[in-house]
């Protein structure tokens, strides 16, 4: 499309020029130009700078000029442009040539085309700056529009994820079982723990709902969210869950997707507590080492290599990578394997230097503070 459109621009002005040369020579009274012989002419001067604009298309997008990178691209420009500057002469000579029907030799050629661009290096350089300008404004806009169409991606997906993580809350089995829980804690006298429960499943609900459109919220407040969920859990199964949350202090100030964990560690408890009749742990730790941001959750029970005994759908887990994938690329991850000693340990990797500010726009520390 781009060799079309510099195609079709270059024959534009070549008809314009032949154009121009036919009414010169009629308005001064020369002698007459033919309007197709004038054409003719600009073509041999013009088609030549079409593999060079195109050359100058394709350095600017390999050697822009912008932010921190022109003072290194700047003279990969200049010396391209005293070599196009030659190239596109020599080709107009041969295009003279071609249609004289004669050629005087490579060392002519050369000299003429060393000649001509030299004289004519200024003309090079006006039109190699107009095309870099040019092309620099197009790709901005490229990339503009693309960055608006992926923060589009990424708020519904989002959205999913909120909707999702509220679904997987307000599951009948889950609102019965956090129900019944609270039933029992009552009867047996127990309001307070029974109030605390409430208190917790009141606050999930509310954190879920009053989840902002941020595409990246503080590890910190993402780990409130998850702490709450555990908290009904560890009502539900008493002493059979032992939840533990630890992550350093630079690790809670990193910036993560919004409702990234809660699937993860609703997993751990649904695949890992659930599945075994003995006590078992659900852990989440996170820490920061230099640019990376690494979270692990992890569970002793059976581990992935084993038959689950409530089959999930895998839909947490999809989702959760397409996320990074949207927000980091290659650079964000998620592995989950069977954990050394048993269960399985789902682990995020996320790079801090490449993490989005709260406003939805790139960070340059991925950290508050940092």
Known sequence: ?????????????????????????????????????????????????????????????????????????????????????????????????????????????????????????????VLYVAVLGITQAVLHNRAARDRKLQLARMEGQLAQARLEALNAQIRPHFLFNALHTIGQLWRSGRSDEADAMLDHLGGLFHRVMSTSSRLTVPLADELELVNAYLAIEQARFRDRLRPTISATPEALECQVPSLILQPIVENAVRHGVSAVSRAGRVEVTAYRNGARLTIAVRDDGPGISATPAHPGSGTGLRNTRERLVRLYGDAGRVVIADAAGGGTIVTLEIPVTATLAPDGHPDGNGARGA
């Open 1 to 125: 499309m781009t060799a079309f459109a510099v195609c079709a621009l270059w024959a534009l002005v070549a008809v314009l020029w032949g154009a121009q040369t036919a009414l010169g020579a009629a308005v001064r009274g020369a002698d007459p130009v033919a309007l197709t012989a004038a054409i003719r002419s600009a073509l041999r001067q013009v088609i030549p700078w079409i593999p060079v604009t195109l050359a100058i298309i394709a350095l600017t997008t390999r050697y822009p000029l912008t932010g921190g990178t022109w003072r290194r691209h700047a003279p990969i420009h200049l010396i391209a442009a005293l070599l196009l500057s030659f190239v596109a002469n020599v080709l107009v000579v041969l295009m003279f040539w071609a249609d004289a029907g004669r050629f005087d030799g490579i060392g002519a050629l050369m000299q003429q085309g060393a000649i001509w661009g030299t004289v004519q290096f200024h003309i090079t350089l």
